[in-house]
Protein backbone atom coordinates (compact mmCIF):
# COMPACT_ATOMS: atom_id res chain seq x y z
CA UNK A 1 0.00 0.00 0.00
CA UNK A 2 1.09 3.67 -0.79
CA UNK A 3 -0.71 6.72 0.49
CA UNK A 4 -0.16 9.99 -1.17
CA UNK A 5 -1.17 13.08 0.24
CA UNK A 6 -1.12 16.46 -2.07
CA UNK A 7 -0.74 20.08 -1.37
CA UNK A 8 0.05 23.28 -2.96
CA UNK A 9 -2.84 24.03 -4.64
CA UNK A 10 -3.97 27.47 -5.04
CA UNK A 11 -5.48 30.47 -6.97
CA UNK A 12 -3.46 32.32 -9.05
CA UNK A 13 -3.62 34.86 -12.09
CA UNK A 14 -2.80 33.55 -15.49
CA UNK A 15 0.23 33.77 -15.90
CA UNK A 16 1.72 32.90 -12.30
CA UNK A 17 2.95 29.46 -11.66
CA UNK A 18 2.14 26.76 -8.31
CA UNK A 19 4.01 24.04 -7.29
CA UNK A 20 2.12 21.25 -6.23
CA UNK A 21 3.82 18.65 -3.81
CA UNK A 22 2.81 15.29 -3.00
CA UNK A 23 4.27 13.38 0.17
CA UNK A 24 4.31 9.52 -0.16
CA UNK A 25 4.38 7.48 2.72
CA UNK A 26 3.87 3.39 3.03
CA UNK A 27 5.36 1.03 0.68
CA UNK A 28 7.63 3.06 -1.36
CA UNK A 29 11.07 1.58 -1.36
CA UNK A 30 10.09 -0.02 -5.09
CA UNK A 31 10.59 1.56 -8.61
CA UNK A 32 7.14 2.40 -10.07
CA UNK A 33 6.04 5.21 -11.94
CA UNK A 34 4.64 7.94 -9.95
CA UNK A 35 2.53 11.10 -12.08
CA UNK A 36 0.02 13.66 -11.81
CA UNK A 37 -3.33 13.69 -13.44
CA UNK A 38 -6.59 16.27 -13.55
CA UNK A 39 -9.52 16.48 -13.53
CA UNK A 40 -12.58 19.17 -13.96
CA UNK A 41 -16.05 18.23 -13.95
CA UNK A 42 -18.02 16.46 -16.93
CA UNK A 43 -14.54 15.38 -18.28
CA UNK A 44 -12.21 12.56 -17.84
CA UNK A 45 -9.50 12.50 -15.70
CA UNK A 46 -6.26 13.55 -18.03
CA UNK A 47 -2.63 12.10 -17.07
CA UNK A 48 0.01 15.58 -16.90
CA UNK A 49 2.87 14.27 -15.87
CA UNK A 50 4.88 11.18 -15.32
CA UNK A 51 8.28 10.01 -13.43
CA UNK A 52 9.86 7.30 -12.97
CA UNK A 53 11.66 6.91 -9.70
CA UNK A 54 14.87 5.62 -10.82
CA UNK A 55 15.23 7.31 -13.69
CA UNK A 56 14.68 11.07 -15.28
CA UNK A 57 12.69 9.36 -18.15
CA UNK A 58 9.42 11.97 -17.63
CA UNK A 59 6.28 12.30 -19.82
CA UNK A 60 4.02 14.92 -20.33
CA UNK A 61 0.42 15.58 -21.91
CA UNK A 62 1.21 18.12 -25.33
CA UNK A 63 -0.69 21.15 -23.80
CA UNK A 64 1.47 20.86 -20.56
CA UNK A 65 5.17 20.74 -22.77
CA UNK A 66 7.68 23.57 -21.62
CA UNK A 67 5.29 24.97 -18.93
CA UNK A 68 5.36 22.37 -16.62
CA UNK A 69 7.99 19.96 -14.64
CA UNK A 70 7.63 16.71 -13.01
CA UNK A 71 10.61 15.93 -10.52
CA UNK A 72 11.13 13.56 -7.71
CA UNK A 73 13.28 13.55 -4.32
CA UNK A 74 13.37 9.95 -3.41
CA UNK A 75 15.26 10.96 -0.53
CA UNK A 76 12.08 12.58 0.79
CA UNK A 77 9.48 10.50 -0.68
CA UNK A 78 7.93 13.79 -2.73
CA UNK A 79 6.83 14.28 -5.88
CA UNK A 80 6.31 17.34 -7.33
CA UNK A 81 4.78 19.72 -10.23
CA UNK A 82 6.26 22.59 -11.05
CA UNK A 83 3.43 24.59 -13.19
CA UNK A 84 4.81 27.55 -14.57
CA UNK A 85 2.49 30.24 -17.23
CA UNK A 86 -0.37 28.60 -15.81
CA UNK A 87 -3.28 29.39 -18.37
CA UNK A 88 -7.64 29.23 -17.12
CA UNK A 89 -7.51 25.81 -18.86
CA UNK A 90 -5.13 24.24 -16.29
CA UNK A 91 -7.55 24.62 -13.43
CA UNK A 92 -8.92 21.32 -12.30
CA UNK A 93 -8.19 18.96 -9.46
CA UNK A 94 -4.77 17.62 -9.80
CA UNK A 95 -4.57 14.39 -8.04
CA UNK A 96 -0.98 12.28 -7.01
CA UNK A 97 -0.67 9.32 -8.16
CA UNK A 98 1.39 6.12 -8.01
CA UNK A 99 1.83 3.08 -10.29
CA UNK A 100 2.63 -0.61 -10.34
CA UNK A 101 5.69 -1.86 -9.31
CA UNK A 102 8.36 -1.52 -11.76
CA UNK A 103 6.75 -0.15 -15.05
CA UNK A 104 3.49 -2.39 -14.45
CA UNK A 105 1.22 -0.71 -17.28
CA UNK A 106 3.51 1.95 -18.05
CA UNK A 107 3.75 5.76 -17.21
CA UNK A 108 0.06 6.23 -17.38
CA UNK A 109 -1.64 3.59 -14.91
CA UNK A 110 -1.54 3.84 -11.83
CA UNK A 111 -3.24 2.19 -8.72
CA UNK A 112 -2.45 4.49 -5.60
CA UNK A 113 -3.86 7.67 -5.62
CA UNK A 114 -4.61 10.80 -3.17
CA UNK A 115 -7.38 13.01 -2.41
CA UNK A 116 -6.61 15.89 -4.55
CA UNK A 117 -5.36 19.30 -4.41
CA UNK A 118 -7.61 22.10 -6.25
CA UNK A 119 -6.06 24.27 -8.63
CA UNK A 120 -7.64 27.64 -10.28
CA UNK A 121 -6.51 29.73 -12.67
CA UNK A 122 -8.20 33.09 -13.52
CA UNK A 123 -7.90 35.37 -16.60
Known amino acids: QVQLAESGGGSVQAGGSLRLSCAAS????????MGWFREVPGKEREGVAS????????YYTESVKGRFTISRDNAKNTLYLQMNSLKPEDSAMYYC????????????????WGKGTLVTISS
Open 97 to 112: AAGPPRCGGGPWVMNY
Open 26 to 33: GYTGISRY
Open 51 to 58: IYTDSDNT
